[in-house]
């Protein structure tokens, strides 16, 4: 039997240039999103998981995880295709802030701007530095930061 071999959506290194600009699609968070990420990251603390405690919290509702919306927003980034079947490794986070709080029922999408790509010629591909801005659906910056990702280059025979 024959292996199938994956099918290459993403970009090459040599695709990406600084100042492209990726919108990705949007999500909508759900109460579930939270209850599975509790339980998959073991952090029930009660801001995310007691509604009468967070009632009483400055926000006055339950908000999700930072991590989660981290997680979701890597989710749709990689929902655009550009690292489909391309990218070698997720290799760093940098500076990363939580500015707005994420609560049950807003939609979120990220908007991605490629700052820098170096060559990395020993790895086959090279370093991407891509900074990111979750917004909500007021267009509100919740996070933002940066990612460093290792991409294929593209191969000699394409």
Do not use: C
């Not at 049950?104 to 990220?110: E, K, P």
């Amino acid at each position: 039997m024959a292996e199938s071999m994956p099918v290459r959506r993403g970009q090459y290194f040599e695709e990406f240039e600084v100042g492209q600009r990726i919108i990705t699609p949007g999500r909508t968070l759900t109460e579930a999103d939270i209850v599975h990420f509790a339980g998959i990251s073991g952090d029930f603390n009660s801001i995310h998981t007691d509604t009468v405690y967070a009632e009483g919290s400055a926000f006055g509702q339950r908000v999700a995880h930072g991590l989660l919306g981290l997680s979701i927003a890597s989710g749709l980034a990689v929902r655009t295709g550009i690292m489909e079947g391309t990218v070698m490794a997720f290799r760093e986070i940098t500076a990363w802030k939580f500015s707005l709080p994420l609560y049950i029922g807003d939609t979120i999408h990220v908007e991605i701007e490629v700052q820098h790509a170096r060559p990395m010629a020993r790895l086959g591909g090279g370093l991407v530095e891509m900074e990111l801005d979750v917004k909500n659906q007021r267009g509100e910056s919740v996070m933002r930061g940066g990612w460093r990702v290792l991409v294929q280059g593209q191969p000699a025979d394409a």
